[in-house]
């Protein structure tokens, strides 16, 4: 009985401290769980601030924009791959920093010329210090990257190496034939040329990733965790063509330096669709080089002087005033209108209409406008206003230029002004606007406005394809077209034009020599302008010439400082033959272009394996691989020396291709 009490006793005093301890746990769960509700709802911003938001952050990972080419796939401006290498010396064990950092820091020697202590003292020390983000070298091209890789030490990667790669892009222009006063740019503040046309379609969609802290002033990428790739941009297709586009800008370097002109500007446009297949615009540096630096075919208005003369007689010509039998006597080259005292440069006596342009007479024009319009100068104008010559073009490219011309509203507006305006002078236009008035005359009086832009692509598949737009369905009558474009030809022929004359091809345009500043002291200044088109029967290519500011003692006359210029453009374009061919070459039309041009080597990936493209012309690879799905990023110009992936390795779409050419 006695034992049973007892039994009883321990069994009762067990269960007491065994409820006691099961109380506490219970309270001590309890108390916890109220700290993490407490947490939850009163401290989690303070956490958050204090510790996440100091040692974390989303950095922005930035899409490669796309590629800009000409018509014929040639790159004008490409995105590159540059590498930013750091070290995270934190990472690499003792033993393997020892046995490799001798045979580590030779390598390095040897690929920047730098003596192999200097390495090894600053590695050293920040393996000492234990840095885990230790900045090693920035702006690696691939081949560079690709090399250094490899290294001991390195090749062993990110977790046992510590060899941490950055990856940044560069935006390269891949032709000197064109540069950033065409191409543009668009560095998120200003906006110009062609990148800043396009830049809707080029600009990619941007990714994130996260970054952790290292030190005050460092970040250092996660890339396994919360990464959002990035998307890149589409590929624009210009309507620049880089054979033509070369010509131009060859043609017209070659002219300014023979006058020591400041600058001068070409457009060449393609009659039938618009499409502006050379753009040039040179101006001379502080060192006296030719750079392409500034649009001026847009961003300048300017009195167009003798090459307006067009404009004006066409109006009188689809009024109906002057036809093939009109003359007009010009006396002896000098007429004093509304006390304007109004001269000519060529001769006198009395002139057909075709004479007026063939010899560019300012008395005969101002004359003839005068007559018919000087007592209701809005006619004459409603012409202008007809074709677009009021209006700011509506193109793609920013900055370009409102034409500002004279009106009677006008408060310099005098009983002179419509005789000025007649011969060039009181209106104040683009030469882009200009040359697209001169192209609605080869287009047999249907004027189209100037495309910048063939096509946009992505991962092979056309997105968008632009189509010609016509801004004045007919000009003029075809009696007026046609007599214009007669009056043209022959001031080629036999006029002010007839230093460029050629049989081989016909041609028709206008010179032009304005003078501008007039109104300063000091010597005068010149534009010299040739505009036209050609084959004058059938018109293919619509060319304007402007150089600015020749050496008056060498010459400023449109006849023979630019007109030179759209011959050789014209010769060369029309038919077809090679840069810097021979003169002799031009003479027959029936020249074998197979003997002269390389084919365009069809490239095909068959079962997924990568063809070898070593020694094939690079701007004819790189476009059809683009087509085919893949990103190729490139260095240099000319034939693939090197390519990465080599031949027969297995690649997937949307892989990057990496090629070196020969420069």
């Given at each position: 009985m006695?034992?049973?009490?007892d ?7 067990t269960?007491r401290?065994?409820y006691?301890f099961a109380?506490?746990?219970l309270?001590?769960f309890?108390m916890f769980?109220?700290?993490?509700v407490v947490?939850?709802n009163t401290?989690?911003q303070e956490?958050?601030d204090d510790?996440?938001n100091?040692n974390?952050?989303?950095?922005t ?11 014929d ?5 490409t995105?590159?791959?540059r590498y930013?290498?750091?070290l995270?010396?934190k990472?690499?064990?003792?033993t ?6 001798g045979a580590?820091?030779d390598?390095?020697s040897k690929?920047?010329?730098k ?6 003292k ?8 234990k840095n885990?983000y ?5 702006g ?12 001991p030490?390195?090749?062993?990667g990110?977790?046992k190496?510590g060899?941490i790669?950055d990856?940044?892009?560069?935006r390269?222009?891949?032709t000197s034939?064109?540069g950033?006063?065409t191409?543009g740019?668009d ?5 110009a040329?062609?990148?800043?046309a396009?830049?809707?379609y080029?600009t990619g969609i ?7 802290r290292?030190n005050?002033?460092q970040?250092?990428p996660i890339?396994?965790w919360k990464?959002s790739?990035p998307?890149?941009g589409q590929d624009?297709?210009?309507t620049?063509?880089?054979?033509i ?5 060859s ?15 070409v ?5 039938e669709?618009?499409k502006?297949r050379a ?15 500034y649009?001026y075919?847009?961003?300048?208005n ?6 307006f003369?067009?404009?004006s007689?066409l ?9 093939e039998?009109?003359?007009v006597?010009?006396g002896n080259?000098?007429w ?5 005292r109004?001269t000519?440069?060529?001769g006198g ?12 007479s300012?008395v005969?024009?101002?004359?003839l406008?005068?007559?018919y ?10 012409h ?6 009021f ?13 500002n011309n004279?009106?009677?509203?006008s ?9 000025s305006?007649?011969f060039g ?8 606007q200009?040359?697209t008035f001169y ?6 009086g249907k004027?189209v406005k100037?495309?910048f ?5 992505q991962d ?7 189509q010609?737009?016509v ?6 009558s075809?009696?007026?077209?046609k007599m214009m474009t007669?009056a043209?030809?022959k ?6 034009g ?7 091809l016909?041609?028709?345009?206008k010179?032009?020599t304005?003078r501008?500043?007039?109104?300063l002291p ?5 534009r010299?302008s040739?505009?036209g ?5 059938n018109?293919?290519y619509t060319c304007?010439?402007?150089?600015s ?7 400023f ?15 060369k374009t ?5 840069q810097?061919?021979?003169?002799e070459m ?11 041009v390389?084919?365009?080597?069809k490239?095909a990936?068959?079962?997924k394996q ?5 020694g094939l012309i690079?701007k004819?690879?790189i476009p059809?691989?683009?087509?085919l799905?893949y990103?190729?990023?490139?260095k ?7 390519q ?9 779409k949307?892989?990057r291709?990496?090629l070196?050419?020969?420069n």
């Amino acid at each position: 009985m006695q034992k049973q009490n007892d039994y009883d006793n321990k069994r009762k005093k067990t269960l007491r401290w065994g409820y006691l301890f099961a109380t506490l746990a219970l309270c001590v769960f309890v108390m916890f769980l109220a700290r993490i509700v407490v947490l939850q709802n009163t401290n989690v911003q303070e956490i958050k601030d204090d510790y996440i938001n100091n040692n974390y952050r989303t950095a922005t990972l930035k899409a490669a924009r796309g590629n800009l080419f000409a018509s014929d796939g040639s790159i004008l401006a490409t995105t590159v791959m540059r590498y930013d290498i750091f070290l995270d010396f934190k990472t690499i064990k003792d033993t393997v920093y020892s046995n490799n950092i001798g045979a580590l820091t030779d390598s390095l020697s040897k690929m920047f010329g730098k003596p192999r202590a200097d390495f090894r003292k600053r590695f050293d020390e920040q393996k000492k210090n234990k840095n885990q983000y230790y900045s090693l070298v920035k702006g690696l091209d691939f081949d560079q990257y690709d090399r250094i890789r490899k290294f001991p030490i390195f090749k062993r990667g990110k977790n046992k190496g510590g060899f941490i790669v950055d990856r940044n892009y560069k935006r390269e222009l891949a032709t000197s034939e064109i540069g950033s006063g065409t191409i543009g740019i668009d560095n998120g503040v200003a906006k110009a040329g062609l990148e800043g046309a396009f830049s809707k379609y080029l600009t990619g969609i941007d990714g994130s990733r996260l970054e952790q802290r290292v030190n005050s002033s460092q970040w250092k990428p996660i890339d396994y965790w919360k990464v959002s790739e990035p998307t890149d941009g589409q590929d624009v297709y210009t309507t620049l063509d880089l054979r033509i586009q070369d010509i131009a800008h060859s043609a017209l370097q070659k002219q300014l330096v023979n006058f020591e002109a400041k600058h001068g500007t070409v457009i060449v446009m393609e009659v039938e669709t618009g499409k502006v297949r050379a753009m040039v615009n040179l101006r001379k540096d502080e060192e006296g080089n030719y750079v392409d630096a500034y649009n001026y075919a847009i961003k300048d208005n300017i009195e167009p002087g003798s090459t307006f003369k067009v404009v004006s007689l066409l109006a009188a010509m689809d009024d109906g005033f002057i036809d093939e039998n009109t003359t007009v006597n010009v006396g002896n080259g000098i007429w004093v209108y509304a006390k304007q005292r109004i001269t000519d440069g060529h001769g006198g006596g009395t002139y057909d209409i075709s004479d007026v342009l063939a010899k560019s007479s300012n008395v005969g024009t101002a004359k003839l406008i005068t007559k018919y319009y000087a007592e209701k100068p809005e006619i004459f104008l409603d012409h202008l206003r007809r074709w677009k010559l009021f209006d700011k073009m509506d193109i793609e490219l920013p900055g370009i230029t409102k034409p500002n011309n004279l009106t009677p509203q006008s408060k310099r507006w005098n009983a002179g002004a419509l005789a000025s305006i007649g011969f060039g002078y009181g209106t104040n236009i683009n030469v882009l606007q200009l040359a697209t008035f001169y192209n609605g005359i080869a287009n047999k009086g249907k004027m189209v406005k100037p495309l910048f832009i063939d096509k946009i692509m992505q991962d092979g598949k056309v997105n968008f394809e632009a189509q010609t737009q016509v801004m004045v369905k007919k000009m003029a009558s075809d009696k007026a077209i046609k007599m214009m474009t007669d009056a043209l030809t022959k001031a080629v022929e036999k006029g002010t034009g007839r230093s460029i004359f050629t049989p081989n091809l016909k041609m028709a345009g206008k010179t032009g020599t304005a003078r501008f500043e007039y109104w300063l002291p000091g010597p005068m200044k010149y534009r010299a302008s040739f505009a036209g088109f050609y084959p004058a029967d059938n018109p293919k290519y619509t060319c304007y010439v402007m150089i600015s500011e020749p050496n008056t003692a060498k010459g400023f006359y449109g006849g023979t400082v630019s007109a030179p210029v759209f011959k050789e453009i014209a010769g060369k374009t029309f038919l077809k033959t090679p840069q810097n061919v021979e003169k002799e070459m031009l003479v027959d039309r029936k020249v074998n272009l197979n003997k002269m041009v390389e084919p365009n080597v069809k490239v095909a990936v068959n079962n997924k394996q990568m063809p070898s493209v070593v020694g094939l012309i690079g701007k004819n690879v790189i476009p059809q691989l683009e087509n085919l799905g893949y990103r190729v990023d490139f260095k240099g110009v000319g034939r693939i020396k090197e390519q990465f992936p080599l031949e027969g390795t297995t690649i997937s779409k949307n892989q990057r291709i990496y090629l070196s050419l020969q420069n």
